[in-house]
């Protein structure tokens, strides 16, 4: 079954407290990238990564580190986590011109 | 760049009544248009897409969409709506490469009355 899985699901962390959450897709995609949904403001793209060691900012990169060493994995870091990044996180991959497919979500609480 | 405007942070419609969200889009090139669903603790899953052929875009579920060039629009219908239906939902853009970056609306909160 096509997937693309995100760990954990649940997060609460204190500010700062580096933290990981993984997304790994077992469809062989080239591209895949963060979102963050905030209420009010619909998902914003924080990074993408084109392929296996390129990666590129979205919109909103500040205080976010990704990296792209294996095609399936596309960890999101967030190394000094501050309030302002509680949110809902997606990860998402696609094929060159073709529908992206997202994850079932990483809700993150930063005390 | 690309944006996209979703009239209507929240609908209600009633059982069996039309279903209408509206999707405007600004582009300064051809866009890739899409409807995404998200169901409450879900991730986003893919209704229908627009990328330049017929402008009716017929989607999973009953919904549909038709591109409307003159209008920049792109709004989602469904003739009758059905509680299954209660979910948000997402318009996105993307420029004429594909899918590789999207740009969401702000979503709209769909209620089903019975």
């Known amino acids: 079954e096509a997937q693309v899985t995100q760990n954990p699901r649940y997060l609460i962390t204190v500010t700062g407290k580096k933290l990981t959450v993984t997304c790994s897709q077992n469809?062989?995609?080239?591209?895949m990238s963060w979102y963050r949904q905030d209420p009010g403001l619909g998902l914003r793209q924080i990074y993408y990564?084109?392929?296996?060691?390129?990666?590129d900012k979205g919109d909103v990169p500040e205080g976010y580190k990704v990296s792209r060493k294996e095609k399936r994995n596309f960890p999101l870091i967030l190394e000094s986590p501050s309030p302002n990044q509680t949110s809902l996180y997606f990860c998402?991959?696609?094929?060159?011109?073709?529908?992206?497919?997202f994850g079932a979500g990483t809700r993150l609480s930063v005390l | 760049a690309q944006s996209v405007t979703q009239l209507g942070s929240h609908v209600s419609v009633s059982e069996g009544a039309l279903v209408l969200l509206r999707c405007n889009y600004s582009?300064?090139?051809?866009?890739?248009l899409f409807w995404y669903v998200q169901y409450p603790n879900q991730g986003l899953q893919l209704l229908l897409k627009?990328?330049?052929?017929?402008?009716l875009v017929k989607g999973i579920n009953g919904f549909e969409a038709e591109f409307k060039k003159s209008e920049t629009s792109f709004h989602l219908t469904k003739p009758s709506a059905h509680m299954s239906d209660a979910a948000e939902y997402f318009c996105?853009?993307?420029?004429?490469?594909?899918?590789?970056?999207?740009?969401f609306g702000t979503g709209t909160r769909l209620t089903i009355i019975p």
């Open positions: 582009s300064s090139v051809p866009p890739y």
């Open positions: 469809m062989n995609h080239e591209y």
């Open positions: 627009y990328t330049s052929a017929a402008t």
């Open positions: 990564s084109m392929n296996v060691e390129v990666t």
């Open positions: 996105a853009v993307s420029d004429l490469r594909g899918n590789e970056k999207l740009t």
């Open positions: 998402a991959s696609s094929d060159r011109g073709d529908i992206q497919y």
